[in-house]
Structures are given as C-alpha cells and as structure tokens.
C-alpha cells in the first residue's frame, strides 16, 4: 500500500518536470549540482529530488510560472506547502484566473492565504473588483508597488452596509495602469487620493470624468510630483483643455495619448514649455491639423522619440512647415511619420527638403525613420535621401507601392535587422534596402518598440 502511494507520488513528480520549459529545467538542473544529494535508506525507490532540502526546493520553485506552480503543489504534502511559502507569490499574474474568481469570496481568500505580506507586483486585468476586494489588497498587501487593471470592471459592494464604508485603495504604489477599466465612480476617487508616489501610471477616461465631477483632477495632478511616464492611450473622451493640466507634472520623461481622437495638439506647446525632461511623445491617430502643427515651435524640445504617424488631417502644407522645426531637434533619435496625411501627405520632395535641413542644422542623432505607408514616395527619392542622410541607420517603407521591396533571400542577408516585440516577429530594413514583413505592414508602434521602447511599463 505504502509502495504503491510512493510510486504514484514520483509519478506526479515526473510528471511535473517533464511539462517544464527548457529554462525551468537548466535552472533546476544547475541548482541540483549546486547541492549535494544524499541517498535515503529506500533509494533505489525514490526519486533524487524528493532527497533535496527545503531552501533548495524553494528556489527550485521560485523559476516556476504559476501554472506549473500550482502542478507543482498536487505532487505531496511537502511540495504542497512550499509552494504556498509566500516568498514565491512577490510577482504573480492571475489575469487567466478572471472568471474562475469572479466570485469575491474566492479572490479574497487568495490574497489573504497567498498574497499577502510578501506580494510586490500584481496582474489582475480583466477582473471584476469589488470595493471589499480593494480594501483586502489595501489592508493585507502592503509591499504592493506594482498594480496592473488593465480593463478591470470596478463594482460597488452587494450589501448596502457595506456600499456605506469609504473605499481602500492601496498605498504607495510606483506603477499603476488602469487602461480601458470602468465602474464606480467611488474607486476612481479613491484611486486619486492615492497617487502621491507613483512613477509610471495609465489612465482611462472613466478616471477623469470621475474627478472632473468632483472638481478634484487639479489637486490629485499636484499631488503626482514623481511621475515620469503618463498613459493615455484610446482616451476617447480626453479634450486638450484637460491634458493641459497634466503638464504641471515637471519630471514627465514620456507621454503617450496614442488614438485620443478628441486631441487637436493644442497641448503640445504647454508640455514642451512646462515638462523641460520630456523625451519620447507619442502623438499617433489623434486629430492633429495643419494649423495646429504650424503652431507648434518645438524651440524647447530636448525629445528623443516623436511619433505622428496616422494624424489623418495633416497634408503636404502642414508638414513643409513642420518637418524644418522638427529637423532641429538635435537629440532626436526617432520619428515616426507612418500612413501620416491618409498616407498622402509624405512626398519625395518633403523628404528631400527635411533631410536638407537635417544636413543644414547638423541633426545627425536621427537613427531610425518610419515612413511606411506613404502612398507618395517613389524609389529614387528614397535612394537620394539615403545618399544625403546615410547616418541613418532605419528607415521603414513598408507597404509604399511605388516602393521595391526585397525578397526572402535579401531578408536572410539582414539577420541582424529582425526584432521581436512580444510574440510578433517583423524585419526592420537597413536603409537603402527596403524590407516588408512576409504577411503585411509593422504598424508604427512596433517599428518604435523595435529598438526604442516607447510603450509605458505598464
């Protein structure tokens, strides 16, 4: 009987290591040698790692995902409950675990039996929190500084005794995303009592209309003295006259209002006046105009990235004016004019003129350059530009019809060029040798993350 339960016991064992990735397993192959195993009275019969002390399991563990975590923990009583030790829970993303702890029950008892104490950063997009659930983290997880809610739905408390209480959110985070999330009203006010410390942060258009309403915003923005990088992506109810305020932030380094269709650009100026550290801009598919680009002097800019690609309102006049500005920016490393215009408003002359003033105010910082989908570019005013700026090291012409773009066979002589932004491969053309993904166009975020990582933290 015994025999036969050990035996089913290395079994789950085996099990468990056999399922791990390549990474795991060198880790554990190396900790194991690290280690001196001694042999039991029965080793013939049992497995070597069930021979190892309990410091070496934990770090054994601690390179486990939680998937193979909770495996892990089904093998015995001993591996059970190390992988319950709460050194292993200090990062833990639970964003697949969203509908089987829907119930607020469940969500709490893990917290309080895994989370608590120990845990520093935590993934709970796509979940439904309640109040109660917000006030456990604020309560238990005290070490909390990395908070991902990501297109969290915030839900009042089902009791009115409990709808009664001030909600909790937690203290002292660093890095807080709360992108495409809605509810409550109550959380957001919360919420922005709380950001006295935080470095990275995302917003969500729920956010602002909730302090607006409460006549709040001005002070919960003073309050965010350490900020450096700010997150608006697909705001679509944000207007210039409120992203102003945000500019009282003096330390930003990154702003990012990515698809705000409501933004003109009229807040451009204050930023680049007001916010002396900022380097990377992120302008793409909000409704920038020629006016509104000509206003713009850049004259106090020390940017590093700028991104205008999919501004569908500007056209060739707009960017005659714009392009000289913008070529004396002197610590500028990227530029992105992607499908810029309806992808007609980039011709070969505006290229040539810009690469002009580039050579005239001696710009050469500029390394990479994304004019994919510009329908107005022609092969022989993109070898001349190559020819006058050959110090740029990238440059994009993908899905450019009147454009050449190399085989399968030029792409493997460019192994260096291939980069990798999350599970998506796509090839960067070495400039003078255009490129083009094998199943469609890099978008102008992925050609910028490529090399420069544009994207907040979050």
């Not at 975590?69 to 964003?95: F, G, I, N």
Request: aromatic residues 8%; glycine residues 4%; proline residues 2%.
């Amino acid at each position: 009987m015994f025999s036969s339960g050990k035996s089913l016991v290395v079994a789950n064992a085996e099990k468990i290591f056999s399922g791990l990735d390549i990474s795991c397993y060198s880790a554990i192959s190396m900790l194991t040698s690290l280690f001196c195993v001694f042999p039991s009275r029965n080793s013939a019969d049992e497995a070597p790692v069930f021979s190892l002390d309990e410091g070496t399991l934990l770090r054994i563990f601690g390179f486990l995902p939680l998937r193979d975590l909770l495996r892990a923990c089904q093998v015995c009583r001993l591996w059970y409950r190390l992988s319950h030790d709460l050194t292993l829970c200090k990062t833990t993303d639970l964003r697949r675990f969203s509908k089987s702890l829907e119930d607020p029950k469940k969500f709490q008892a893990i917290v309080l039996n895994r989370l608590a104490e120990k845990i520093h950063c935590l993934d709970l997009s796509g979940f439904v929190l309640t109040e109660e659930s917000l006030r456990v983290l604020a309560t238990h997880c005290k070490k909390l500084r990395v908070l991902k809610l990501r297109s969290v739905t915030f839900a009042e408390n089902c009791t009115k005794s409990a709808s009664k209480e001030t909600v909790i959110f937690p203290k002292h985070l660093e890095c807080l995303d709360i992108r495409y999330s809605h509810g409550s009203p109550r959380v957001y006010r919360a919420i922005g009592k709380e950001l006295g410390n935080l470095k990275w942060l995302g917003l969500c258009d729920a956010f602002i209309q909730a302090l607006l309403s409460e006549d709040c915003l001005e002070k919960t923005i003073d309050s965010m003295k350490y900020l450096r990088k700010l997150d608006f992506s697909h705001c679509l109810l944000l207007k210039d006259s409120t992203l102003t305020l945000f500019a009282r932030c003096k330390k930003l380094k990154v702003l990012s209002v990515r698809r705000c269709s409501f933004l003109t650009g009229a807040f451009v100026e204050d930023f680049l006046d007001s916010c002396t550290k900022l380097k990377t801009l992120i302008l793409d598919g909000i409704s920038l105009d020629d006016e509104t680009l000509q206003q713009i002097t850049w004259r106090y800019s020390s940017l590093k990235h700028l991104e205008l690609g999919w501004c569908r309102f500007i056209t060739p006049v707009g960017l005659n004016v714009a392009l000289p500005r913008i070529a004396r920016i002197k610590t500028l490393e990227y530029l992105g004019l992607c499908a810029i215009g309806d992808e007609k408003a980039l011709d070969d002359n505006i290229l040539l003129e810009f690469g002009a003033s580039l050579s005239r105010w001696g710009s050469k910082k500029l390394q990479s350059l994304n004019v994919s989908r510009s329908r107005s570019l022609t092969q022989a005013g993109v070898d001349k530009f190559h020819r006058a700026c050959s110090y740029i090291k990238m440059l994009d012409t993908t899905v450019c019809p009147a454009i050449k773009h190399c085989s399968t066979k030029g792409i493997k002589e460019h192994q260096d060029e291939v980069f990798h932004d999350n599970d998506d491969t796509f090839l960067i053309a070495r400039v003078g040798v255009p490129t083009r993904r094998r199943n469609g166009s890099i978008s102008a975020t992925q050609f910028a993350r490529s090399k420069y990582v544009l994207e907040t933290p979050l």
